[in-house]
């Protein structure tokens, strides 16, 4: 599947079959993730594979018991040590680096998942102390998400997509002008296509 394709068709699918996921698959999503830039390429995350149900439910406990969390097959704990960003960065790279490090492996996990016909869903919503307590994390790893992974079980709705109201030129509020629709249209339709598309937009 090509990169395009993928970005087009990834959703939040929060439906799983009652199917496992074979650790090679799981451990392609670990690659994939670990290819992703990091602050200093300090590659802070730190990846915990759930499959226990014990444990599953108690993380579902810990994330406002949304249901997906205790139904997919397996979960991938995304967190961040803290203690190796400090010591380069300070408080920033606690605070700030930590977050986009983690948030970049994950969308890179996200579309590597979309390409093996696995459905995810991104879960930032749940009791940190309760999940670090869960996962025996130490005092320095954050955990930063939840990542549901499994057979999708739903087909999600098209998603609709304003671009006119978050992309500008130059400055703030100055409209970015392009036909954002055809091009996903192009995406959905044919990836070959959107080369034609691309090349002749650059003559």
């Not at 977050?99 to 579309?111: H, K, T, V, Y």
């Not at 093996?116 to 879960?123: E, G, M």
């Not at 500008?168 to 070959?192: R, S």
């Amino acid at each position: 599947m090509d990169v395009f394709e993928a970005i087009a068709k990834r959703r939040s699918i929060r439906k799983y079959q009652d199917k496992d996921v074979d650790d090679k698959l799981i451990g392609v999503l670990l690659w994939a993730a670990a290819q992703a830039p990091s602050a200093g390429n300090l590659q802070d995350w730190r990846f915990i594979v759930v499959r226990d149900k014990k444990t599953k439910e108690l993380l579902y406990n810990a994330a406002l018991r949304q249901d997906h969390i205790k139904e997919a097959p397996v979960l991938i704990v995304v967190c961040s040590d803290l203690e190796v960003l400090s010591l380069r960065y300070g408080k920033r790279g606690e605070i700030v680096y930590s977050l986009l490090d983690c948030g970049a492996a994950i969308e890179n996990m996200l579309l590597a998942a979309t390409a093996l016909n696995l459905a995810t869903c991104w879960v930032s919503a749940f009791d940190e102390e309760d999940v670090k307590n869960i996962l025996r994390l130490p005092d320095f790893v954050r955990p930063v998400a939840i990542i549901t992974v499994g057979y999708p079980a739903e087909k999600p709705e098209e998603k609709e997509v304003d671009y006119s109201r978050f992309s500008f030129l130059e400055y703030y509020g100055n409209k970015f002008e392009f036909d954002f629709k055809t091009l996903h249209e192009l995406i959905m339709e044919k990836i070959e296509k959107l080369r034609e598309f691309i090349v002749k937009k650059q003559k």
